[in-house]
């Protein structure tokens, strides 16, 4: 559905807006990333409707580039009123 929606694409082109939420440093050791690299999670928020339309965890490395596959990974997707969320099984 992220993909599909072209949110981080979206968010690039400045039709949504991102905002950091939680913001640590430094990023857990294995999440095998670059000594300084940021551990976030990021508020979207449509711009036009001003309503929160996704979640997603990111690294953020020294350099601004984003860790792990490159892109956010989504946690949640807001969707008409709708919450996605991806079920994990049970431990």
């Not at 929160?52 to 997707?77: C, E, F, M, T």
């Amino acid at each position: 559905m992220f993909n599909d929606g072209q949110y981080y694409e979206r968010l690039q082109a400045g039709e949504l807006l991102g905002l950091v939420a939680d913001d640590r440093h430094p990023s857990a050791p294995k999440a095998r990333e670059p000594t300084c690299t940021r551990s976030q999670i990021v508020h979207y928020y449509d711009v036009r409707r001003r309503t929160k339309v996704a979640i997603v965890h990111q690294y953020v490395r020294p350099d601004g580039s984003l860790g792990a596959s490159g892109r956010p990974d989504p946690k949640r997707i807001i969707d008409d009123g709708t919450i996605y969320t991806l079920e994990l099984p049970a431990s």
